[in-house]
């Protein structure tokens, strides 16, 4: 079970982030990178290795790919955060269909006007410039700052990141950067009506029950179900925001009565005060000089003994 941690709530961030990975490194260590490519010729037209077609977009060809790769994923959380699980796992296999749809095209274009470029580098490139179009649209700016006179928003970093991943694997890249674009220009304007699109209801839940345990950690962190609509979410954010405010007014609550229970225990008791005196004990007092109402409290507060009252009056 993965740990809470940045990524709870944002389950196929987690199992896209892990899939690419694992991929990679697998790759890697079996010297197979070159099996995951797509290239028209020899391995589609002529080899018929049609399972290109999806391998090419799950994992990366080298170490410089992968970490900046990882950068993009784990920022674009926030979307399926915003958007929930359902919405943002139909959006990856809706850019992926149409990515790849640019690569063969661009591939075939590219064979028939002879420019000798024949190869798309590995990669979800295509997921990955499509989130960032919508991320640059959905997600508001946290705060704008200056550099020599020229003012930047923090989306700068993410836009920098998915540069240096880009001219990372340039010119393989180039194909599947431009299918994202287009997958991107498609989706915001509901082309098709691409972004009412879920997969069956069935088919989320049998996923969702199988790999949910592991790529969920909400569970293991609060023990509550997992809810990936955003109503459900923000409802669940308040519950929360309600139990905690409990919570803290509880311990509040612990913490005086403890401090009140240490005032009382440091404090030393009230000294018990005995009856009235005598009129004669109590004008022997004020004769001396003293108040007669202190002089009542001070006799009281010695059981009527006018000497011990007189000693207490003088040390005031």
């Not at 410039?129 to 704008?144: D, F, G, H, K, W």
């Not at 890249?173 to 498609?186: I, N």
């Not at 229970?261 to 004669?280: F, I, K, V, W, Y």
Request: one cysteine or more; charged letters at 15%.
């Amino acid at each position: 079970m993965l740990p809470a941690g940045p990524v709870a709530r944002a389950p196929v961030s987690k199992a896209l982030f892990m899939l690419i990975a694992i991929n990679s490194i697998f790759a890697t260590i079996t010297t197979s990178r070159s099996r995951f490519h797509l290239q028209l010729l020899p391995h589609i037209l002529t080899q018929h290795q049609y399972w290109r077609l999806v391998s090419s977009h799950l994992l990366f060809s080298s170490s410089a790919e992968i970490l900046f790769g990882s950068l993009l994923i784990y920022q674009f959380r926030l979307l399926e955060r915003h958007w929930g699980s359902p919405k943002y796992t139909a959006f990856i296999l809706v850019v992926s269909a149409i990515t790849t749809l640019v690569n063969v095209a661009g591939l075939a274009l590219s064979a028939v006007l002879g420019t000798g470029w024949s190869r798309v580098a590995c990669g979800p490139f295509g997921v990955l410039v499509a989130a960032l179009c919508v991320y640059a649209r959905e997600v508001p700016e946290s705060y704008r700052f200056k550099v020599v006179g020229i003012e930047f928003s923090d989306h700068v970093f993410v836009n920098g990141v998915a540069a240096q991943l880009a001219l990372v694997s340039f010119p393989g890249s180039l194909l599947p950067c431009v299918g994202g674009l287009v997958a991107a220009s498609l989706y915001m304007s509901n082309t098709a009506g691409l972004k009412t699109w879920r997969l069956p209801l069935w088919l989320r839940r049998s996923v969702g029950g199988i790999l949910g345990p592991l790529l969920d950690s909400r569970a293991v962190a609060d023990n509550r179900p997992v809810t990936t609509n955003p109503d459900d979410q923000r409802a669940d954010s308040r519950a929360r925001a309600t139990g905690r405010s409990a919570m803290v007014a509880n311990v509040v609550a612990e913490l005086d009565g403890a401090r009140g229970s240490a005032r009382a225990n440091t404090q030393p008791a009230a000294p018990q005060l005995a009856g009235m005196p005598a009129d004669e004990t109590v004008d022997m007092v004020v004769g001396m000089g003293f108040d007669r109402d202190r002089a009542i409290l001070a006799l009281r507060q010695h059981g009527n003994d006018p000497n011990a009252a007189v000693a207490s009056l003088l040390e005031q």
